[in-house]
């Protein structure tokens, strides 16, 4: 039995309200991040004048960060414990957001390109701990409430970003937006180390030798009854294995093969829509002050859309539910684009084409990790989210280039939105094998949100 098999269903502790708190807070501060560059693109175009291929690489920058974080460095989470991933990653996305400002015009882009790399790596590595944390220590009576919250909590930080800071960057410089997030990321990592709990499945994996005694003190403070030993665990098959073979092996091998083939295509389409859609709107109508506004447009309908999943999710098949909001999201992506850039009609049509396109996220974070056991979880989902994550760098380069070789809104959108059909197709494929398979699929598992 699983250490989390014991949270009855009884009134959270402030222990674990404490870790739901924070974990949901990292979350909010992982979607400004992501959304940092597509509000202030207009003005790092105006201030450097780049093209829009040399822009989208600075948008790839944080994808490229976050594939190395997912796959590098969040599978060392499930050696050093989750609550100790945090704080560097935490840290090291503050480090990055202090790279930032110190691009100029004689330097060029290249110091913010450093400087979304790194933020990625601390963003993708997060990912590691915080839905694992929130599955963990949120109690059954609340869990559909936090898993609607954690799902919108990335469009959150977005939509706090592009109302608050967005408005700042015409007067204060879009160097503001990166000092802001340094400062936010410092006071995470602060918080991170002083306030967040570890990991109960990992610490019940007896990976030191005080894991016991580090548990029951954790289970006294959420008024649960200590452990004389550490519960049974999946460890030792994971342990004979290696974590990385037996997330390729078998039938796991071919869940994780699905899964990455959808994020790959669910994430070109997301990132495309995250970084042009505001910066098209705004270009077309030679107007920066429209980003802002436009990214606010898309957290809204971000926000709204993953409330709505998580609720449904909680009640229904998320493996059955996911490809039906992929298939709207194809439809109201497209329609975006075929719209035009004219306002108000983009704030709506976008607002509409997030609400569907931003579940997408929250279906593969809650499908993902409960796919393979405790130890190798971390490395699955970094596995998965990593790989995912050439899409998300594709597609700010290569949509670059396909406006600059003259595609209209229309056209681009259209094809862009395509590859969320795919990614629908692979969940209902999983969900088919799943079906099929003598074993009991596992319940899915909260992780991470940064797309």
């Given at each position: 039995m699983r250490i989390t098999d014991h949270i009855p269903q009884e009134k959270m502790s402030g222990l674990q309200i404490r870790a739901i708190v924070i974990a949901i807070a990292l979350v909010v501060l992982d979607g400004y991040d992501v959304s940092l560059t597509s509000f202030s693109a207009p003005y790092i175009e105006q201030g450097f004048g780049v093209s829009k291929a040399e822009l989208g690489l600075v948008m790839s920058g944080a994808l490229i960060g976050m594939l190395v974080g997912s796959i590098i460095v969040a599978p060392l989470a499930d050696r050093i414990g989750r609550r100790r991933m945090g704080i560097i990653s935490t840290t090291t996305i503050a480090v990055g957001m202090f790279i930032g400002p110190f691009a100029t015009q004689e330097t060029g882009t290249w110091p913010l390109v450093v400087s979304r790399i790194v933020t990625g790596?601390?963003?993708?590595?997060?990912?590691?701990v915080v839905g694992v944390i929130l599955a963990e220590y949120t109690g059954k009576r609340v869990?559909?409430?936090?898993?609607?919250?954690?799902?919108?909590a990335i469009n959150i930080g977005g939509l706090l970003g592009s109302m608050i800071v967005g408005p700042m960057l015409g007067e204060r410089g879009w160097q503001f937006g990166w000092w802001i997030g340094f400062a936010l990321s410092a006071l995470a990592a602060v918080a991170t180390w002083a306030l967040l709990p570890e990991s109960l499945a990992w610490l019940s994996e007896g990976r030191r030798a005080d894991s016991l005694q580090r548990l029951n003190v954790l289970l006294a403070k959420m008024r649960r009854p200590a452990l004389e030993a550490l519960p049974e665990s999946d460890s030792k098959n994971v342990e004979a294995k290696g974590s990385l073979r037996t997330v390729f092996t078998g039938r796991?091998?071919?869940y994780t093969l699905l899964m990455i083939v959808g994020y790959v295509a669910?994430?070109?389409s997301f990132y495309f829509m995250t970084n042009w859609a505001p910066s098209s709107v705004a270009s077309a109508n030679r107007n920066p002050v429209l980003a802002p506004q436009l990214v606010s447009a898309f957290s809204i309908g971000g926000i709204l859309g993953n409330v709505l999943f998580g609720f449904l999710g909680n009640k229904l098949n998320v493996r059955l539910l996911t490809p039906v909001f992929l298939t709207l999201a194809t439809a109201a992506l497209a329609l975006f684009g075929i719209a035009g850039p004219g306002m108000p009609t983009a704030w709506w049509?976008?607002?509409?084409?997030s609400f569907f396109v931003c579940s997408g996220t929250a279906a593969f974070y809650a499908i993902v990790p409960g796919l393979y056991p405790t130890l190798a979880r971390s490395t699955g989902f970094g596995v998965v989210i990593g790989v995912g994550r050439f899409g998300g760098i594709a597609a700010p380069i290569v949509g670059g280039a396909a406006f600059d070789a003259g595609m209209g809104m229309g056209t681009a959108f259209t094809v862009f939105a395509l590859p969320m059909l795919v990614a629908g197709l692979c969940v209902l494929a999983l969900h088919l094998v799943q079906r099929r398979s003598d074993a009991p699929s596992p319940r899915p598992v909260l992780a991470g949100t940064s797309a």
């Open positions: 790596v601390g963003v993708g590595s997060l990912v590691a869990y559909a409430l936090v898993m609607a919250v954690y799902a919108a796991t091998g071919l669910y994430m070109l049509t976008l607002f509409v084409a």
